[in-house]
């Protein structure tokens, strides 16, 4: 009896995988078909002379799946403006358009407590608040997890900003009441880290991770002539659980900086200078705490070279993420982990481990979940798909019938560079690649001393590695048939590609 409740949760990913993949391609397929970026799609896909007519049929497939993708992605957010509207308080003419069938029997259901139907993914145009913007630079932090949902309260008191300066920039000198994991996901910076007697430089390529306690000051400088800089900085607070503010010390009116809120005698007797000086320094008027500096300037800032070698002077990263020899490889994808225990830094001190994950164009991932961490993943580059699978959101569909186990709905995502998702502990989740371009995802990795990633395809499957007997228990179904379906030779990283049964049957029809 026991084994069969625990076996449940295979048992519903086994029917879901076997369905997922020819729901999503016979659907969509009939229902917009006219749409002009997947006529060219499947245009591109028959043009090309190099393909055989096996991978001509791949192609195709894979244009029906993004498309698929995407028209998901496109409901979603037209739900989240129908909500937004509904909250802000609708204008009459708006309700007229949501009265399609689906959406009526959605509105039945938020009846009872409303939960976020994507409580886990991100959008780069929802989901931040922009904490700082000039015309050179801005700061965008994403909003509180348990604002999103109350399923992340595990992770509650992390914060996610994102940083983005022009060329050329500098970016006020300023300390954060909470630890920074900072990592350069693009661009070259110059990081001057304020000492009791010096400062140091640290020079930062993409990859690079570096962290900074709690109440260093520090300024940054993108230190290149065109490429934008995108630093990713997760805080931790260390006082006001999942609050944390910045702090300026040099500044006028903005940035304003903290010593001219003091008072003037405080001012005077502590600087030693009229007040009338005072006064001049801090009702400066400039152009906020991100703005644009001369070659000059920016030369003047970065660590200086000495005669003998270019890249003394400066100090390094802690590691770089990007150019480390991955954890694993193959043709498919590539992941690479920087861990607790490699860091002596706030990685150790918060348990929180670094990864990259690189999947090759037309790949995917296994699918598999982490036994303790929280994975809180940044889209860089490229773009493909997400599913995760939750237990919290019950579907439709599936609370018609009764049953004596949970059921599972599937919350689906269409990545692209600045989105963000979040997979719990436990929860299997599957990510894969567009046709064109490789997937990168930077992951910071919550709680994880002790993490195991369990995974249900490819080598070592926690399906394949059950005995026999608990296998036919579990599926109800001969061990040889669950052996076969299970058994695969490559691990994590796979090709996205439909068996050649399912190929041969698309091609007839
Ligand atoms: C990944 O590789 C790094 C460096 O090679 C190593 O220190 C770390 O322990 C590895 N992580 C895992 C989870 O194997
Ligand atoms: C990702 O993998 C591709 C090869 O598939 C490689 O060319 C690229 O440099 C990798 N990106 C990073 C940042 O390592």
């Given at each position: 009896?026991?084994?069969?409740?625990?076996?449940?949760?295979?048992?519903?990913?086994?029917?879901?995988?076997?369905?997922?993949?020819?729901?999503?391609?016979?659907?969509?397929?009939?229902?917009?078909?006219?749409?002009?970026?997947?006529?060219?799609?499947?245009?591109?896909?028959?043009?090309?002379?190099?393909?055989?007519?096996?991978?001509?049929?791949?192609?195709?497939?894979?244009?029906?799946?993004?498309?698929?993708?995407?028209?998901?992605?496109?409901?979603?957010?037209?739900?989240?403006?129908?909500?937004?509207?509904?909250?802000?308080?609708?204008?009459?003419?708006?309700?007229?358009?949501?009265?399609?069938?689906?959406?009526?029997?959605?509105?039945?259901?938020?009846?009872?407590?409303?939960?976020?139907?994507?409580?886990?993914?991100?959008?780069?145009?929802?989901?931040?608040?922009?904490?700082?913007?000039?015309?050179?630079?801005?700061?965008?932090?994403?909003?509180?997890?348990?604002?999103?949902?109350?399923?992340?309260?595990?992770?509650?008191?992390?914060?996610?900003?994102?940083?983005?300066?022009?060329?050329?920039?500098?970016?006020?000198?300023?300390?954060?009441?909470?630890?920074?994991?900072l990592?350069?996901?693009?661009?070259?910076?110059?990081?001057?880290?304020?000492?009791?007697?010096?400062?140091?430089?640290?020079?930062?390529?993409?990859?690079?991770?570096?962290?900074?306690?709690?109440?260093?000051?520090?300024y940054?400088?993108?230190?290149?002539?065109?490429?934008?800089?995108?630093?990713?900085?997760?805080?931790?607070?260390?006082?006001?659980?999942?609050?944390?503010?910045?702090?300026?010390?040099?500044?006028?009116?903005?940035p304003?900086?903290?010593?001219?809120?003091?008072?003037?005698?405080?001012?005077?007797?502590?600087?030693?200078s009229?007040?009338?000086?005072?006064?001049?320094?801090?009702?400066?008027?400039?152009?906020?705490?991100?703005?644009?500096?001369?070659?000059?300037?920016?030369?003047?800032?970065?660590?200086?070279?000495?005669?003998?070698w270019?890249?003394?002077?400066?100090?390094?990263?802690?590691?770089?993420?990007?150019?480390?020899?991955?954890n694993?490889?193959?043709?498919?994808?590539?992941?690479?982990?920087?861990?607790?225990?490699?860091?002596?830094?706030?990685?150790?001190?918060?348990?929180?481990?670094?990864?990259f994950?690189?999947?090759?164009?037309?790949?995917?991932?296994?699918?598999?979940?982490?036994?303790?961490?929280?994975?809180?993943?940044?889209?860089?580059?490229?773009k493909?798909?997400?599913?995760?699978?939750?237990?919290?959101?019950?579907?439709?569909?599936?609370?018609?019938?009764?049953?004596?186990?949970?059921?599972?709905?599937?919350?689906?995502?269409?990545?692209?560079?600045?989105?963000?998702?979040?997979?719990?502990?436990?929860?299997?989740?599957?990510?894969?690649?567009?046709?064109?371009?490789?997937?990168?995802?930077?992951?910071?990795?919550?709680?994880?001393?002790?993490?195991?990633?369990?995974?249900?395809?490819?080598?070592?499957?926690?399906?394949?590695?059950?005995?026999?007997?608990?296998?036919?228990?579990?599926f109800?179904?001969?061990?040889?048939?669950?052996?076969?379906?299970?058994?695969?030779?490559?691990s994590?990283?796979?090709?996205?590609?439909?068996?050649?049964?399912?190929?041969?049957?698309?091609?007839?029809?």
């Amino acid at each position: 009896m026991a084994m069969k409740i625990n076996l449940s949760l295979p048992i519903s990913l086994f029917f879901l995988l076997a369905f997922f993949s020819t729901l999503a391609f016979a659907k969509k397929e009939t229902e917009v078909a006219a749409d002009p970026e997947l006529i060219t799609c499947k245009h591109q896909c028959l043009q090309q002379l190099q393909y055989t007519e096996a991978e001509k049929q791949m192609c195709l497939q894979s244009c029906d799946m993004y498309h698929g993708l995407k028209h998901e992605h496109e409901k979603q957010v037209e739900e989240k403006i129908r909500k937004k509207i509904k909250d802000e308080g609708a204008p009459q003419e708006h309700d007229e358009e949501e009265e399609s069938g689906e959406k009526e029997e959605e509105k039945a259901e938020e009846g009872g407590e409303e939960e976020e139907e994507y409580p886990y993914i991100f959008e780069e145009d929802w989901d931040f608040d922009t904490k700082v913007e000039t015309d050179d630079g801005r700061i965008r932090v994403l909003k509180k997890f348990t604002e999103k949902s109350k399923l992340l309260k595990g992770i509650e008191n992390i914060r996610l900003a994102i940083l983005e300066a022009r060329a050329h920039t500098f970016v006020a000198p300023r300390h954060f009441d909470s630890d920074v994991v900072l990592f350069n996901i693009k661009g070259r910076a110059v990081l001057g880290w304020v000492k009791e007697t010096e400062t140091e430089k640290f020079v930062l390529e993409s990859g690079d991770m570096l962290s900074i306690p709690a109440g260093t000051p520090v300024y940054i400088v993108n230190r290149d002539e065109n490429e934008k800089l995108y630093l990713a900085m997760l805080h931790i607070p260390v006082s006001t659980p999942g609050k944390f503010e910045e702090f300026f010390g040099p500044g006028g009116r903005d940035p304003e900086s903290v010593l001219s809120a003091f008072g003037w005698n405080v001012l005077q007797a502590a600087l030693q200078s009229p007040k009338r000086e005072l006064e001049k320094l801090f009702d400066q008027k400039d152009g906020g705490s991100i703005f644009q500096i001369s070659r000059e300037q920016v030369q003047e800032l970065a660590p200086k070279k000495t005669y003998w070698w270019p890249f003394s002077g400066h100090s390094k990263a802690e590691f770089n993420l990007f150019t480390m020899f991955p954890n694993f490889s193959n043709r498919y994808g590539t992941l690479t982990e920087a861990g607790p225990s490699d860091s002596r830094s706030l990685l150790q001190k918060h348990n929180i481990m670094l990864s990259f994950t690189n999947i090759t164009k037309e790949s995917m991932s296994t699918i598999l979940y982490n036994s303790h961490a929280t994975k809180i993943a940044v889209v860089i580059s490229g773009k493909g798909g997400l599913q995760i699978v939750c237990p919290h959101i019950t579907s439709r569909s599936n609370e018609k019938h009764e049953k004596s186990s949970p059921s599972y709905h599937r919350i689906s995502a269409e990545l692209k560079p600045g989105m963000l998702f979040v997979v719990p502990p436990g929860h299997p989740f599957v990510t894969f690649s567009s046709r064109k371009e490789n997937l990168q995802i930077l992951s910071f990795e919550i709680n994880a001393k002790d993490n195991k990633k369990f995974t249900f395809a490819g080598k070592d499957n926690i399906v394949s590695s059950m005995d026999d007997l608990a296998k036919e228990l579990g599926f109800n179904h001969p061990s040889e048939i669950v052996n076969r379906i299970f058994d695969r030779k490559e691990s994590l990283f796979f090709p996205f590609k439909l068996p050649h049964e399912v190929r041969d049957r698309r091609g007839d029809a």
